[in-house]
């Protein structure tokens, strides 16, 4: 297959990339590099694998990209920090939703043509028209959701944005699941808990995993927001590459929401104490934006587990052994 990947040289999206090119994929991947980074693709340069520095906002770089024809859609590209999100809204809002919608109106135009109009619930095609199916994956977040109970998250948990990223994007999701029911346009909305991993940046835009084995690498203290009672499923890379990639090959979740995540919440008092094992001190800072805090993460990914046959491999003490072996002979 011939597959699509925006986001491509991020931290999960160069991990999708490698999936699709070991299943035996071509694989074209675009990305702004605002988070992404071309050391994270630099191993599949001799590979099926073609990437463009190209922006998601910038419709007439996406025509190009777009002459292509591809069967599967993995759209990844999105601003992905919280804390940016209240300082900057905007920036998250074009990027996370209008960015979402300019891919799904390209890949409506691959799928019926541009000159192919609604009649009833049925398309009416150009004959004149090369129109080519395609299916496209969204990457959510689980940030979108309320806190969690004893049970765990599951999709038809209550949704309550407490920061812009959340609110665009849900936002986005509800453009996705439109083009489904509106169009027949095939998509799915995938949800992955807080993920982690190797390639995962280690400064103060990284993740919590990776920002505190950093720290204890370095012998730096590693400070906690706020009380450190917050839980967080915490899904290592790999299992969520794997999920991502699994979405797209099954018809089984067109049209649906799905979650992945270990089933497992963790406090970040206790993650801290599992990373630092005594090395650093461990220390509690005022949270910069208390109100985008979500007390309580806990996944319920039974849906993904019958649907598509889903389930995480990796302990959370397997996942921190191998990204601190990574950020260690990386550093």
């Known amino acids: 297959m011939n597959i699509l990947v925006t986001g491509g040289a991020g931290f999960i999206g160069r991990w999708v990339v490698k999936q699709l090119l070991e299943d035996g994929h071509k694989v074209f991947a675009i990305d702004n590099l605002s988070n992404g980074s071309i050391k994270n693709i630099e191993e599949f340069k001799e590979k099926e694998f073609k990437f463009l520095k190209i922006d998601i906002k910038d419709e007439d770089a996406l025509n190009e990209v777009f002459k292509e024809n591809f069967d599967i859609i993995y759209h990844l590209a999105a601003s992905i920090n919280v804390q940016d999100s209240i300082d900057d809204p905007r920036t998250t809002f074009f990027n996370d939703t209008v960015g979402t919608f ?6 409506r135009i691959q799928m019926f043509g541009k000159n192919s109009k609604m009649d009833g619930d049925k398309w009416i095609v150009d004959e004149k028209e090369e129109v080519h199916p395609c299916k496209v994956i969204f990457m959510s977040t689980c940030m979108v959701y309320d806190k969690a109970g004893e049970n765990g998250i599951d999709e038809s948990h209550p949704v309550k944005p407490v920061s812009p990223y959340g609110g665009s994007k849900i936002a986005a ?105 005594g090395r650093v001190k461990i220390k509690h800072v005022k ?45």
Not at 102 to 107: G, H, S, T, V
């Open 287 to 331: 949270h910069i934006h208390p109100q985008s805090e979500i007390m309580k993460l806990k996944c319920n990914y039974s849906k993904a587990e019958k649907s598509i046959g889903w389930e995480p491999q990796y302990t959370l003490e397997r996942g921190i052994e191998e990204t601190e072996y990574w950020i260690k002979s990386n550093t």
């Open 173 to 277: 999701e509800n453009m996705i699941l439109s083009y489904y029911n509106t169009y027949k346009l095939p998509t799915v909305v995938i949800r992955p808990f807080n993920t982690y991993g190797p390639f995962q940046k280690t400064g103060g835009e990284g993740g919590v995993v990776a920002i505190f084995i950093n720290n204890s690498i370095e012998n730096r203290d590693i400070n906690i927001f706020g009380s450190g009672e917050q839980t967080r499923d915490l899904l290592y890379v790999k299992d969520c590459a794997r999920f991502v990639v699994m979405s797209g090959y099954s018809d089984k979740v067109n049209g649906e929401i799905v979650n992945a995540g270990t089933g497992r919440d963790v406090k970040i008092n206790e993650l801290a104490e599992i990373i630092a094992k």
């Open 102 to 107: 300019n891919i799904l109106e390209k890949a």
